[in-house]
């Protein structure tokens, strides 16, 4: 490939190769701080080619490929390349990985504990953790937690944290370095997304691991309310968001089954982040 | 480019002590994408291989033992659910291998379920596995009809509760091909490895996979089909039985262009190539270090030729029109 760039982020590494200089210059910009693969050698290969044959100039548009696709994967515009890159990274470990169980989920730390926040798609999950991460927590990750198949513990998978839409403006306004952040993408697929460098503590803590202490299932835009969730049902919903449950077999089903019977777990129905957070701290000081 | 690495390496595994990063990366990416990462695994067992790449690895091994322990309790229920037929059930292929402990089942990747019965039995089969779970998985009636018409095994069907398909054949080359292999002869050799479950004679293993490889598909994961040949012709004790058995079937030129490949790829690479074997030698290495398929032409020319093979012209064009029509382009 004609301009490529290697990182490592959390225990996994990747290799991405592009037909365009652009979306790789973003990368090596935002992720700056992150160190290479070991040895160089990369666990996945990401690729930005051209979606057709005339769409490398006209029109430009990027095909996802790599190790692992989605085969009904739409083409994304080069100007969304960044976007790409990100979900190319993303599509790997959703279905490549295997060292760990995979939940989808963000995840913050404090005192060598971590809190998961899991939720579908405009939960608030990635919202809250990056938020989190300003104050006074340790941000592990927006988009994956992984649960060691041995001991239990949370490892972090800290890339960049994806904004959409409000959220931009949220951390705007907590973040005061504008270099942290990438530029806006304007209508994709998923409305507006700007990525964030998550703050510097993260990225070089990204190897220590974090014990499990609080699971929360937050949900935006209901009336505030707290209740916790039974065992079963907990282990159901997480595992519909894992990704690799089915692959890794009956070593996901005993660390799913030590993580559901060894963190309690509350559901969080929230109007507005600020007092979701506060509820988070009251729930986190009632749990040390 | 990076499958000619791979073939070196599978060849001769302490050859990667040479490997720098750009060419692990490349081994990788080439070894996933031909589906033989966990089969170069186990080649490597023993080799200097870097820390994150023997993890690579590792995984690649999972997600191997993972489909063949699947495929053994697909095996196993099929033949459960034609157990009222009274005959035992072929196991073909990767399951096939596996069942059978056979090298060629080392790390090997395994999709779909592919079994053999008789001809005369395949109604009776169908609606038995219909009435235990499996379900069509194309609703249309045209590809249905061509499938029934044409082809050497029934429509794929699916589990609906497990989700794994199982390809029902009553030969090994669908019936428009030229060749034309004697399906009651490899029912007959089969040899038994459980109760009720049985595998292909070794001579007729390496017979189906070369016309599985030579005389059917596009090359598409060739280089794997050569790794399966390659190990199952050392299975073989007796070359003339062989010989003897790929003529009956109408594979002897097929035979001879399979044994040149696999040795000039797996073993001394000495062996002299005609003009066309090089042409399937290009085809065959055309991952690129980021795993890419190279050669556009030659691969466009393979897949022409895949139709050909299939069907005589007349039917190839009404087929094509009719798929054309549909809104279905190659990829």
Known sequence: ?288 | MSARLLVNVLRRPETVAACGSTEWNGLVAAARAERLLATLAHRLERADVPRGVRAVMADAVIDAQREQRIALWEADRAREALHPLGIPVILLKGAAYVAAGLKAGEGRMIGDLDILVPRDRLEEAEALLLAEGWEWVKSDPYDSAYYRRWMHELPPLIHRERDRMIDVHHTILPLTARVTPDAPALIANSVEIAIGLRVLSPEDRVCHALAHMLADGDLTGGLRNLWDIRCLLADVRDNAALEKRALLHGLAPHLARARRLAEYLFADGNTPLTLPDRLYVRRLLSRDTWGRERHPITRFAFYIRSHLLRMPPGLLLRHLWTKWRKGHRPS
């Open chain 1, 1 to 288: 490939m004609k301009h490529s760039f290697g990182v490592a982020i959390g225990p996994a590494s990747f290799r991405i190769g592009s037909a365009w200089a652009d979306p790789i210059r973003w990368l090596k910009t935002l992720y700056s701080d992150y160190p290479q693969p070991d040895d160089g050698v990369a666990d996945f290969t990401v690729l930005l080619e051209p979606a057709g044959a005339l769409r490398r100039w006209w029109r430009p548009s990027i095909g996802l490929g790599g190790d692992y696709r989605l085969p009904d994967a739409a083409p994304l515009a080069l100007r969304h390349g960044l976007l790409a890159a990100e979900m190319g990274m993303n599509i790997q470990m959703a279905l490549g990985w295997r060292r760990h169980l995979l939940i989808h989920a963000s995840s913050v730390e404090k005192d060598g504990r971590a809190l998961l926040l899991t939720g579908e798609s405009g939960s608030g999950k990635s919202t809250l953790a990056a938020q989190l991460g300003e104050r006074g927590w340790r941000f592990m990750g927006d988009e994956f937690a992984l649960i060691d198949l041995e001991s239990g513990s949370a490892w972090p998978f800290p890339r960049l944290v994806s904004l959409k839409n409000a959220a931009i403006r949220a951390l705007r306004a907590e973040v005061t370095d504008p270099e942290r952040f990438g530029p806006t993408l304007r209508e994709t697929p998923k409305g507006d997304i700007a990525h964030l460098v998550p703050p510097r503590q993260a990225v070089s803590r990204m190897r220590d691991s974090a014990t499990p202490a609080l699971l929360l299932f937050p949900r935006f835009g209901f009336p505030d309310d707290l209740r916790p969730v039974p065992e079963g049902e907990v282990f159901i919903r997480l595992t519909q968001a894992s990704t690799n449950y089915v692959a890794l077999g009956e070593a996901a089903f005993e660390a799913l089954h030590r993580l559901v019977t060894t963190v309690p777990a509350v559901a969080m129905d929230y109007r507005s982040g600020e007092e979701a957070i506060a509820t988070i701290e009251s729930l986190w000081a009632e749990q040390a």
